[in-house]
C-alpha cells in the first residue's frame, strides 16, 4: 500500500485499506495512490496493464477515463451521474410516499449519487405531498453528525455549498417557491422544499448532490414518464403507487438501469445489479454481473481422440 504523508487528510480509500492491511490482505493487493486526478488518473485509466477500469463518479470525468481506458483496449466499468425521479401517484398513502420522498432527497444531506433529485407527484396530491414533505424536512436537526442527537450535517465543501445556493436562487427567478430552507450557515445546508418548479429550472435539471427536493406536479402516467425521461441521465428513480401492475408499468417506462417500487432509490445490494443507462455510466456492479465486468471468457478446447485432419484444396 502507498501511504500518503503525515499531513494528508484521511479519505475512504485509505480507511477500506488499513482495514485490509490489518485483516490480513497480502501487500500489494490493495494499493492507494493520492495525487491530482489528471495526473494519477490519466496514468492509470490509459495504461497497458488492467483489462478493466473501474470509475465512480462525474459523467464528465467518466468519459475521459472511458477514453483513456479505451486507449488501451481496456473496458470501462462505470458508474456515473444521475438525476432520479421519485414518481408519485395519486392513490398512495401521501403521508407513508413523503416519508420515502424525505428519505431519498435528504439522506447524507442529498450527496448520493442514486438519492431523489426531483419529486414528479400527481397534482390531485401534489400540495398536500409538498406540505407533509415539508414537515418531514422541518424536523431534521442540522448541526455536527457525530452528536446523537443531529440527523443532518455539513455539505461536503463550499463549492458545493455555493453550487447549490446558485440552484435554488436560479430556480425561485424563475417561478418556483421555497416552501422551506434555502439557505445556509457555513457548510451546513438546510432541507429545502421547492414548489411551483418545472423540469427545466436549475435545481431539477441538474444533478444538484445536495439536500433540495424540487417538487413536480403532473396530470398523468404517461406526462411523468416523459418528464421522468427528460434528463442525459438514467442512474436509479422510485415510484409510488398502490397498484402493483400499474407501478410496473411506470417502472418499465423510466428509462433507468435501477428503479424502486413503494420505497426510496438509495439501494445497494451485493445480490442486484448496480449501475445506469445513458450518460450515467456502463457496466453493472454487484454478483454475477461485475464478475462480467472484471473477467474475460477463453474458450479452451480439448481433443481426446485422433482426428483424420486433411488439408483444403
Not at 60 to 71: I, N
Not at 123 to 143: F, K, N, P
Not at 164 to 180: D, S
Request: hydrophobic share 35%; glycine share 12%.
Amino acid at each position: 500500500m502507498i501511504k500518503p504523508a503525515s499531513d494528508t487528510p484521511i479519505t475512504g480509500g485509505l480507511v477500506l485499506a488499513e482495514i485490509a492491511e490489518e485483516v490480513g490482505f497480502p501487500e500489494g493487493v490493495i494499493n492507494v495512490v493520492t495525487g491530482h486526478g489528471s495526473d494519477i488518473g490519466d496514468r492509470m485509466a490509459g495504461h497497458p496493464i488492467p483489462r478493466t477500469v473501474a470509475f465512480t463518479g462525474s459523467s464528465g470525468v467518466g468519459k475521459r477515463v472511458a477514453s483513456q481506458a479505451g486507449s488501451s483496449i481496456s473496458l470501462p466499468a462505470l458508474e456515473l451521474g444521475g438525476n432520479g425521479p421519485n414518481v408519485v401517484t395519486e392513490d398512495v398513502d401521501v403521508e407513508q410516499a413523503a416519508a420515502v420522498g424525505a428519505v431519498g432527497s435528504f439522506t447524507h444531506q442529498g450527496q448520493v449519487c442514486i438519492s431523489i433529485n426531483r419529486h414528479l407527484v400527481h397534482e390531485s396530491v401534489y400540495d398536500e405531498y409538498i406540505d407533509r414533505l415539508v414537515e418531514h424536512a422541518d424536523s431534521l436537526t442540522v448541526g455536527d453528525p457525530t452528536d446523537s442527537d443531529v440527523g443532518f450535517g455539513p455539505i461536503v465543501n463550499e463549492s458545493q455549498r455555493d453550487d447549490l445556493l446558485a440552484y435554488v436562487e436560479e430556480t425561485v427567478e424563475a417561478g418556483a417557491t421555497i416552501e422551506t430552507g434555502g439557505e445556509s450557515e457555513e457548510l451546513f445546508f438546510e432541507p429545502t422544499v421547492l414548489s411551483g418548479t418545472t423540469n427545466g429550472m436549475a435545481a431539477a435539471c441538474n444533478e444538484h448532490f445536495g439536500p433540495i427536493a424540487p417538487v413536480i406536479p403532473v396530470a398523468s402516467d404517461e406526462e411523468a414518464i416523459r418528464l421522468a425521461n427528460d434528463t442525459e441521465y438514467g442512474l436509479a428513480a422510485a415510484v409510488q403507487c398502490r397498484d402493483l401492475d400499474r407501478a410496473r408499468d411506470l417502472a418499465n417506462g423510466i428509462d433507468s438501469g435501477m428503479v424502486h417500487i413503494n420505497d426510496h432509490p438509495i439501494q445497494d445490494e451485493p445480490n442486484a445489479p448496480l449501475g445506469g443507462m445513458k450518460q450515467s455510466g456502463l457496466g453493472r456492479y454487484n454478483g454475477e454481473w461485475v464478475m462480467d465486468e472484471l473477467l474475460e471468457t477463453t474458450w479452451i478446447s480439448v481433443q481426446h481422440e485422433d482426428r483424420d485432419y486433411e488439408l483444403l484444396e
